[in-house]
């Protein structure tokens, strides 16, 4: 039995799909199906009940997902340990992170990283979800918001002040907002996940709550996409447009009431004695990039200074 084996048994049991785990490492279906029935040939016992949709868990599969998590956690823990001892990063870096962040914040870097760490390997998954980093065998995630799972270790790459923000094709239209209470008139781009709106107020935090949105999306790039369409206003943070609003494709709004519940960005990784050097030095890296300020908040208050604030919920 080999070790490949035990991990890809791991994440077809996560997806529920044969193909949709060989497909993450390159296997077409046959080499798919061949490997697991190696890994039943080895443990003497069905695992997984397939149908043409979907494969299902045996009560033999059960037992050995249990104890296999916890064997392949025990091996990585071993190889932090070597690594640590041996000092050089090396290995595969499994990372989760949202799309805008990976495409505009980490994907320009990699040929310099991969030049310095030439032995570490990258794989990265790009989505809105947010993903269970030890349950699903992260290395590595990338988050924007306060941190919920307190046994997670933790870096703070950078503020994440986030501004109320649209095209300037929407504000001739519609004129431009003053206070809270103007958005009742205004046409409101929702995320699904996040129906209110937090401000910060003279006399405290105001909320909205966006009752009728002009559009209701499931991604934070749809929502960008629909504020630069000129469709309407939209919460974005500074990571995501501060390019825009630089260059005057968006422009910030009510900027006398700052988007409150701003929170940082995160790089969040399982708790461990040793952490892996590959997750050390990508994370060093990643913050040599940005700055001690980033980048992203530095540029749009050299073009607009004094105009947004940054409301951390956490401290550095």
Known sequence: MRLEDLQFFVRVAELGSMSGAGREIGLSPSAASSRLTTLETAFGAQLLARTTRRVTLTEAGRVLLAHARIALQ??????????????APR??????????????????????????????????????????VIEEGYDLAIRGAPLVDSSLLARRLGGNPRALCAS????????????????ANHDCISMASVPVWYFEGPDGEISFEIKKPVIKVDSGDLTYDAAIEGIGLSVKSLAHVWEDLRDGRLVAVMEDYPV?????????????????????????????KYGRTPYWDTDYRLARPGKLGESSTLSD
């Not at 799309?99 to 794989?123: S, W």
């Not at 995160?266 to 913050?287: E, M, R």
């Open 74 to 87: 025990e091996i990585a823990q071993a190889r932090s340990i070597l690594d640590a001892v041996s000092g």
């Open 91 to 132: 290995g595969f870096l499994r990372i989760s992170c949202n799309t805008f962040f990976g495409r505009k914040h980490i994907l320009p870097y990699l040929v310099e990283f991969r030049a310095d760490y030439p032995d570490i390997q990258l794989e990265m998954d790009m989505s809105d979800k947010i993903v269970d």
């Open 168 to 183: 300037p094709d929407y504000l001739a239209r519609k004129g431009i907002p003053k206070t809270p209470e103007d958005l």
């Open 260 to 288: 409150a519940r701003t929170g940082a960005i995160w790089a969040v990784y399982p708790p461990s004695q040793f952490v892996p050097p590959k997750v050390t030095a990508f994370v060093d890296f990643l913050i040599s």
